[in-house]
């Protein structure tokens, strides 16, 4: 168990690696010379050469990514020049406000998810299954930031019961209340197609699996029927559906992207779109790093999670 | 990969082979899709030759009109636009961006996924470790990624969209291509000379090409959203281009004011991906059924029962009777007879062996007495069956769960599938205790303990927290055999429980069971196709084929003088220790198709003695004394269902 939880972490390190390697090398690859970007047009070229040398940039790639992986590691991703401050902090103050949406938003499709997809193969073939089946197509289909504005359109402008964007009120605000009314449209908003997608993904596991000899022995032995489908079938779709989980998680923090900047929401997917414009690549790069580092974290964790509930993996 | 239960029956219920494009159709739901679809696609190919105002000229005069407004259909945005031009050409725009993009990943990704299949060791390692990387981002990140190398634009966000989705395809293909390059017909393809090109496009890819179509039409819906996506950022399209995606960010603007400007295009997204993921998964239907998932449906706690006549009830006494059993399975307009009528009787005690080739319905027979037969398609249509003085055909639920495990006891034939895998063997064998008697946890635990050790389970106490994996075959039947005990059943009904062990492993199962139900007084229920486990274990034997018995009698006596041409035959089929010089007879021809058996008797066509009346009409199970059947298990009468039996009166 531990072995196999130590190897994952193992693994993990070439993967983290090689994200390392994308990122820095789509910001090598960025057409144009950082120093006259910095500069400007004006500049002389003896000064473009004298920043270049003080950036590193007159060393050849390999060693660039050396010396610049050295820095992540201690923690130094640069400084961005828009906001005239150290990028790790940007990242890591804006990552925080992402964590607790695409986390509230992880959290409500695996449990609305599997309760769905539990309710449609239970009932297969009838009105919960149809119903859950559609809903399940209308999810996948729904173009999210379009949900957000219609989302916003009925609670926050109609019925004015849900605040329309932010994170915490600006006067009064900030405590638990205030950041759930915050919340529950873009956690709600990010969840539909991860929930879908978990719906139709339990459905089917708990379809295949009551279909199985194990099954038929539990009810030959005299189990009640909830019993074999609630614990015994569960369970084994679990297995199936936790690392559709993590690959949700992906989806998840990545699909913030929209979502917070329908609703406002000082995280760092908004940060990103921003810093995209603005063209400040060491705050994308950062970020990109930062998001993509704790979706493998998420795998990790789904993996781990998987091997709690399956001991053939352990 | 959306499953739609609706409109499959009517897809399934049609007769023959129809067509690809009827499966679609038959399907409502896609049918639907389609339809949406194809107006969609021609609206947005007829949008230069419709009446429409130019979609860039600007009217601050015109600005902000609400849908219906004259000249405006779907009114004007900030600028006074037509919302219906710019709708219909973004539209085309959108569909464009997406098609492309699908294209793109398309080609990119079933090219790597073809090489790295076809090339396999290292070629396919770095392919797919690179595939890994990407799939190691999140999804749209990657894609933001990209476009701020590239830049924002709409041609940007086109490729950024068709990178992300390469490792989707490169997968799939990957995957039925390293099956298909082991195939005979590609080994033939390179021995007669072809070159690996030749090969790879001209024999291995005509075979991916539905895998590539199905993974197209489930990915296109979602390229044309995330397009859509990156444009309402700003990253996509830029103005004064307007796709449906990019509308829908102006839009977002004026949501406060305007909300038709930004419900419009998202209205558009919407029933365009809608449409399209529809159609995909009707589509993937027809190309590849296998990925239909939950297609086959899963079966209920019971079998269902659906009889018209009950017969009535038997004399009181035995521990089981079956009284004209009949079990069907119906698929399609197919029914398949699988157990046409059985009787049978078994006293307190006794060991009944029912020996059948597979399909022949004794396993059916055996599932069929505690409706344990998966519904769909399985339905009892006929028949009773006693136990404990009660039809359990019109038990209730809640009376069958306490037969099952209860009175009656299963073993199963696989151990290792029969046993859940995720629970210890011990929890298990006392949750079968606790499934009948309540017992506190430690008790029945304590119990669960002694049932391990009473199947001679060494070191019971330790092996109860083992899980089935890490057990032997035989352990594993030992523990199912656990499991079965837990309740002192009457009547043990074991499954061909030997037939996955090895030889030694079965010799011991065999004693085990023997002496449990000679301890215990069990009365026991063998299926099996092997005459050799019956001859050690059963007091009387039951020969089964096409659905029905059609030899009955003590073991011993059956062994010695068959009165079944059948029967004769399947004994003859046993290796006998010690002759290797015997001939082992096969029986020549197939078992009838139980979804249409012949008039008379089944086994007419495979039996050398056959004649013209063998073919006519129904033939009885009589006893071979002549005198009619008592039906009582201790009376040791014989029985055949044969016109012309090798020996009694006929």
């Known amino acids: 168990m531990w072995s196999y939880i130590g190897k994952r972490l193992v693994v993990a390190v070439p993967i983290l690696f090689g994200l390392s390697v994308i990122v820095f090398a789509m910001m090598a690859m960025i057409p144009g010379d950082p120093a006259t970007a910095i500069l400007g047009s004006y500049a002389t070229p003896e000064n473009i050469a004298r920043l270049n040398r003080q950036l590193g940039l007159d060393q050849p790639l390999v060693q660039q990514y050396f010396t610049w992986l050295g820095n992540l590691l201690q923690g130094d991703l640069g400084r961005s020049y828009a906001l005239n401050r150290p990028v790790a902090d940007e990242v890591f103050e804006r990552f925080g406000a992402t964590l607790v949406l695409a986390g509230s938003a992880l959290l409500l499709c695996a449990v609305l998810g599997l309760i769905a997809g539990i309710a449609a193969a239970v009932r297969q073939f009838g009105w919960t299954d149809r119903v859950v089946t559609f809903l399940v197509l209308v999810g996948i289909s729904t173009p999210s930031f379009w949900l957000g504005l219609l989302l916003i359109m009925l609670f926050a402008v109609q019925l004015r019961w849900l605040p329309a964007s932010g994170m915490f009120a600006i006067y009064g605000g900030g405590d638990l209340p205030d950041l759930l009314a915050h919340l529950a449209m873009p956690a709600v908003t990010l969840a539909v197609v991860a929930t879908a997608v978990i719906a139709r993904l339990t459905r089917a596991a708990m379809l295949e699996v009551l279909r199985q000899d194990y099954i038929r022995t539990a009810r030959a032995k005299g189990l009640s029927e909830r019993r074999v489908v609630y614990w015994h079938a569960f369970k084994a779709a679990l297995v199936a559906v936790i690392p559709v989980i993590g690959i949700q998680a992906g989806f998840v923090l990545g699909g913030a992207v929209y979502i917070e900047t329908v609703f406002q929401w000082p995280g760092i997917g908004r940060m990103l779109v921003n810093a995209i414009a603005t063209r400040d690549l060491l705050l994308v790069q950062g970020g990109v790093l930062v998001v993509a580092a704790s979706y493998v974290l998420f795998n990790l964790l789904a993996d781990v999670a998987q091997t709690l509930v399956d001991p053939r993996l352990r | ?650």
Not at chain 2, 121 to 148: E, K, Q
Not at chain 2, 262 to 288: C, E, H, K, T, W
Not at chain 2, 495 to 503: K, Q, R, S, W, Y
Not at chain 2, 516 to 529: D, K, M, N, P, Y
């Open chain 2, 1 to 650: 990969m959306v499953s739609l239960a609706l409109g499959r029956r009517s897809a399934a219920a049609a007769s023959g082979r129809p067509s690809p494009f009827r499966l679609l159709v038959a399907n409502r739901l896609s049918a639907l899709g389609l339809a949406v679809l194809v107006a969609i696609a021609a609206l947005a190919v007829l949008t230069p030759l419709l009446p429409l105002p130019d979609p860039d000229v600007t009217d601050p005069a015109q600005r902000l009109l609400r849908p219906g407004a004259e000249g405006a259909l779907l009114g004007t945005d900030h600028l006074g636009r037509d919302i219906l031009s710019r709708l219909l050409w973004g539209t085309r725009v959108s569909i464009l961006v997406g098609l492309s993009a699908t294209a793109i990943a398309a080609l990119a990704g079933s090219l790597i996924g073809l090489v790295a299949g076809y090339a396999g060791g290292a070629t396919d390692s770095v392919l797919m470790r690179g595939i890994d990387l990407v799939m190691a981002f999140p999804y749209i990140l990657l894609a933001l990624g990209i476009v701020a190398v590239l830049g924002p634009g709409l041609l940007n966000a086109l490729y950024a969209i068709a990178i992300v989705n390469v490792p989707f395809f490169a997968r799939n293909i990957r995957g039925i291509t390293l099956g298909l390059a082991r195939r005979e017909f590609v080994d033939a393809a390179r021995l007669s000379g072809a070159s690996h090109p030749a090969v790879l496009f001209g024999e291995v890819l005509p075979n991916v090409l539905p895998t590539i179509v199905v993974t197209m039409s489930t990915t296109v819906g979602w390229m044309i959203l995330e397009t859509a996506g990156l444009s309402f950022l700003g990253l996509g399209a830029q103005p004064p281009q307007a796709d449906l995606g990019s509308m829908l960010g102006e839009g977002r603007k004026l949501l406060f004011t305007a909300p038709h400007v930004s419900v419009i295009p998202g209205l558009m997204i919407f029933a365009l991906v809608m449409s399209i993921n529809l159609v995909g998964d009707g589509i993937r239907d027809v190309l590849d059924p296998r990925l239909k998932s939950g297609a086959l449906a899963a079966p209920g706690a019971a079998t269902a029962v659906r009889r018209d006549t009950i017969p009535d009830a038997p004399a009181p006494g035995p521990v089981l009777a079956v009284d004209g059993l009949r079990t069907e399975f119906r698929t399609g307009d197919r029914v398949y007879k699988a157990v046409g009528g059985v009787d049978l009787t078994l006293a307190p005690g006794e060991r009944v062996g029912l020996v059948g080739e597979s399909g022949s319905g004794k396993s059916v027979t055996a599932l069929s007495l505690l409706r344990l037969v998966p519904t769909p398609p399985g339905t009892i249509t006929g028949g009773r069956v006693t136990i404990g003085g009660d039809d359990q055909l019109a038990a209730s639920d809640e009376a069958l769960r306490r037969l099952r495990g209860g009175r009656v006891a299963y073993v199963f034939q696989d151990p290792l599938t029969t046993l859940h895998p995720l629970f210890t063997v011990g929890d298990q064998v006392m949750e079968a205790v606790r499934a009948h008697q309540p017992l506190s946890a430690r008790a029945a635990r304590a119990r669960a303990i002694e049932l391990l050790e009473r199947v001679q389970i060494p070191s019971a106490a330790a092996r109860f927290d083992a899980y089935p994996h890490e057990l032997s075959g035989g352990m594993r039947q030992r523990v199912c055999i656990a499991m079965a005990l837990a309740n002192d059943p009457e009547l043990i009904v074991a499954d061909e429980p030997t037939t996955a062990l090895d030889v030694t492993v079965q010799a011991q199962v065999l004693k085990l069971l023997r002496s449990l139900s000679e301890e215990r007084g069990s009365a026991v229920l063998f299926i099996t196709h092997d005459f050799g486990v019956v001859s050690e274990l059963c007091d009387r034997v039951a020969v089964m084929y096409a659905g029905r018995i059609v030899e009955i009698g003590p073991t011993a006596e059956v062994l010695a003088a068959p009165a079944h041409p059948y029967t004769a035959k399947l004994i003859d089929c046993v290796p006998v220790l010690g002759q290797p010089e015997r001939r082992l007879d096969a029986i020549e021809g197939l078992p009838p198709a139980v979804d249409r058996l012949p008039e008379g008797c089944a086994f007419a066509e495979r039996c050398p003695f056959a004649e013209a009346r063998c073919r006519d009409g129904d033939i009885s199970l009589d006893n071979l004394s002549g005198d009619p059947l008592s039906g009582d298990p201790l009376s040791g009468d014989r029985a055949a269902r044969c016109v012309k039996p090798l020996w009694g009166e006929a």
